[in-house]
């Protein structure tokens, strides 16, 4: 029997470094907002069966009728408002499906992540059904150096041991919703991930899995073009 799996895609956030007035996770990339990218993906997936967006919360009707609507994503049940912060989003998603008394897996990704390849959302799944959590992400390519507040070199890791996190980042269903219940009782101020809020409320440690270096996160104008760059050589 098939197990429940729903996407979450976090697209609230308002890319201030980006410097345009339209939020990244809506700015045209291909004749398409960046965000129905992603979406797309997790709607071709016969392994997704639905889809939750995380907008801001003025919106949410423009999601649900431009970009919902428009581009007949069926799979995506419900636009949703998102919070200040990553995690915040995170949880209003996640309460949802809870109060649905849904039980399976869930995938979290990035809205301005529009790469994501069908054989990296099984594969994530499968890791995920496995270890009971999963980050998709990339061995680093670059030297990484530690420094202290006065930017002096305090350390030089063995790369080999480094990777570079992306989205999705997959979890039991119930083991996240246990978790963050704990985490939004404490400080969340320095949480960047899902994965790291696992493993410090459960003690379970996630999974790596290869995802790609062209499911990068449109942040600066250059990540746009270079996004741009990987749509006319690659069909995504």
């Known amino acids: 029997?098939?197990?429940?799996?729903?996407?979450?895609?976090?697209?609230?956030?308002?890319?201030?470094r980006m410097g345009t007035k339209t939020a990244k996770q809506f700015l045209q990339l291909g004749g398409l907002p960046v965000a129905a990218h992603c979406l797309m993906a997790f709607q071709r997936s016969k392994r997704i069966d639905e889809i939750i967006l995380a907008v801001p919360e003025e919106q949410t009707a423009f999601a649900q009728k431009e970009i919902v609507g428009k581009y007949g994503l069926d799979k995506v049940t419900a636009v949703i408002s998102g919070g200040k912060e990553r995690y915040e989003s995170v949880w209003n998603a996640l309460r949802l499906l809870e109060e649905r008394g849904q039980d399976g897996y869930v995938f979290i990704h990035d809205g301005a992540r529009p790469f994501i390849a069908q054989d990296v959302i099984e594969h994530a799944f499968l890791a995920a059904k496995e270890a009971g959590a999963c980050v998709v992400g990339m061995p680093v390519k670059d030297t990484i150096k530690v420094v202290d507040a006065s930017r002096c070199i305090t350390d030089s890791p063995d790369r080999s041991f480094l990777w570079q996190a992306q989205t999705p980042q997959v979890f039991r269903l119930q083991l996240i919703l246990e978790a963050f219940h704990k985490q939004m009782e404490e400080d969340c101020s320095r949480i960047t991930d899902d994965a790291m809020v696992v493993q410090r409320q459960m003690g379970v440690r996630a999974r790596m899995v290869e995802g790609g270096y062209e499911n990068i996160k449109i942040t600066t104008p250059e990540d746009l073009a270079a996004a741009e760059a990987f749509l006319k050589r690659t069909p995504f």
């Open 1 to 16: 029997m098939k197990e429940y799996c729903a996407a979450v895609v976090l697209a609230a956030g308002q890319g201030k």
